[in-house]
T-cell receptor, first 114, second 109 residues
Framework: KAGVTQTPRYLIKTRGQQVTLSCSPI?????VSWYQQTPGQGLQFLFE???????NKGNFPGRFSGRQFSNSRSEMNVSTLELGDSALYLC?????????????FGSGTQLSVL | GQQVMQIPQYQHVQEGEDFTTYCNSS?????IQWYKQRPGGHPVFLIQ?????EVKKQKRLTFQFGEAKKNSSLHITATQTTDVGTYFC?????????FGGGTRVLVKP
């Protein structure tokens, strides 16, 4: 089975631009979560989607948004980029949204904002 | 909101020695998960603990869930260079999974 696939792997943008990141979960997985990872800040939860609905949301500004498609693939969008948005964005999938599910992470998208 | 703290933030270990990393939650958890992230890699699931006082072992790794289900520990014996990486705990309460800041482990050969 193929793992979680994230594209692109690297991205360089300038302040004020917007960006869209893509995540394809493991086949059969219906839940997708997004995390932001910066040095010293650990993994900060962005949002979680299940069956095309946002089920949970972290404490990020409205510039961060996401969606999930009927095939469980997910995208996240960041508008009006700021320097502080530079980070590794990780997507994780799980079979369901049940509380005992383990997460399978993709390799991430490294976003640099100049 | 729910907070999960991990200590220490950094752990320098001599190869062959033991060490322990700790995870503490501000609230009671339904379960706790541990992940390992190798340098340049992504987090990989190690284990999940559900019951109060539960202890699980994976070769040289021993995971424990506290009696009050608010803390957890990971103990590694006879550390090897392959243990290098960042270890994250993630506490689940309801439908929220909160990650700790991680313990970055560096091994001195």
């Amino acid at each position: 089975k193929a793992g979680v696939t994230q594209t692109p792997r690297y991205l360089i943008k300038t302040r004020g631009q917007q960006v869209t990141l893509s995540c394809s979960p493991i086949s059969g997985h219906r839940s997708v979560s997004w995390y932001q990872q910066t040095p010293g800040q650990g993994l900060q939860f962005l949002f979680e989607y299940f069956s095309e609905t946002q089920r949970n949301k972290g404490n990020f500004p409205g510039r961060f948004s996401g969606r999930q498609f009927s095939n469980s693939r997910s995208e996240m969008n960041v508008s009006t980029l700021e320097l502080g948005d530079s980070a590794l964005y990780l997507c994780a999938s799980s079979l369901n949204i049940a509380t005992n599910e383990k997460l399978f992470f993709g390799s991430g998208t490294q976003l640099s904002v100049l | 909101g729910q907070q999960v703290m991990q200590i220490p933030q950094y752990q320098h270990v001599q190869e062959g020695e033991d060490f322990t990393t700790y995870c503490n939650s501000s609230t009671t958890l339904s379960n706790i998960q541990w992940y390992k992230q190798r340098p340049g890699g992504h987090p990989v699931f190690l284990i999940q603990l559900v019951k109060s006082g539960e202890v699980k072992k994976q070769k040289r790794l021993t995971f424990q869930f506290g009696e009050a289900k608010k803390n957890s520990s990971l103990h590694i014996t006879a550390t090897q260079t392959t243990d290098v990486g960042t270890y994250f705990c993630a506490g689940r309460r309801g439908n929220k999974l909160t990650f700790g800041g991680g313990t970055r482990v560096l091994v001195k050969p």
